[in-house]
């Protein structure tokens, strides 16, 4: 009994952290180069000089493809970017920036 214990604790954590994704927005273009959350749109851009593994912040949401029966993306903010002018996204195992547009 103690040995199946921790194991059902790991296995409520994963379908918890599965199913609890807020819908923020969606992503379209030819080449999924644009995001929309909200109000704002995002472009597709190079790396804004982070490190992913230091500077990914918190996940936001996630968004969904509009024209595709696909896996949404994973919307994580960026450290020292509070304002959210960029953000990082995972799709599968593909990740990608977004610079916010003005």
Excluded at 38 to 54: F, H, K, M, Q, R
């Amino acid at each position: 009994m103690k040995r199946i214990i921790p194991f059902i604790l790991i296995l409520c954590f994963m379908l918890s952290a599965c199913g609890s994704q807020e819908v923020i927005g969606s992503v379209y273009g030819s080449e999924h180069e644009y995001t929309s959350i909200g109000e704002d749109t995002y472009t597709l851009c190079d790396n804004p000089g982070v490190s992913i593994a230091w500077d990914k912040d918190e996940l936001l949401g996630i968004v969904e493809f509009e024209n595709a029966d696909t896996d949404p993306m994973k919307v994580y903010s960026i450290k020292g970017y509070d304002d959210k002018d960029y953000i990082y996204t995972i799709w599968v195992y593909d990740g990608a920036f977004y610079k916010k547009d003005k």
